[in-house]
């Protein structure tokens, strides 16, 4: 079993900025592409980002430019660093990671990101 725990959420104000962190333990084999989530009340999870093993990044147009994906490999670990962050970022933000072998995507259970006005 692979177990995500995400850290670094917590409450900023509008136009400042936060570090989300995301450590894989357990049972991880290969971890492929890793990404970031975000969801709010009444509204689908969606990409915020994604990053490969090798560093390739993709983002969420609403977050392009002012987040930043990044990953440590022998941490086990992907980042997000998010900037100039908005009142319309606060969400729950999940970690995902693919298990590459077992083909199946392993979440973290969230953490809190609310941004002040």
Not at 65 to 75: E, Q, V
Request: one cysteine or more.
């Amino acid at each position: 079993q692979v177990q995500l725990v995400e850290s670094g959420g917590g409450l900023v104000q509008a136009g400042g900025s936060l570090r989300l962190s995301c450590a894989a333990s357990g049972s991880i084999g290969i971890i492929g592409d890793m990404g970031w989530y975000r969801q709010t009340l009444g509204k689908q999870r969606e990409l915020v980002a994604s990053i490969t093993r090798s560093g390739s990044t993709n983002y969420g147009d609403f977050v392009k430019g002012r987040f930043t994906i990044s990953r440590d490999n022998a941490k086990n670990t992907v980042y997000l660093q998010m900037s100039s962050v908005r009142p319309e970022d606060t969400a729950v933000y999940f970690c995902q990671g693919r298990h590459i072998v077992a083909s199946r995507d392993y979440w973290g259970q969230g953490t809190q990101v609310t941004v002040s006005s």
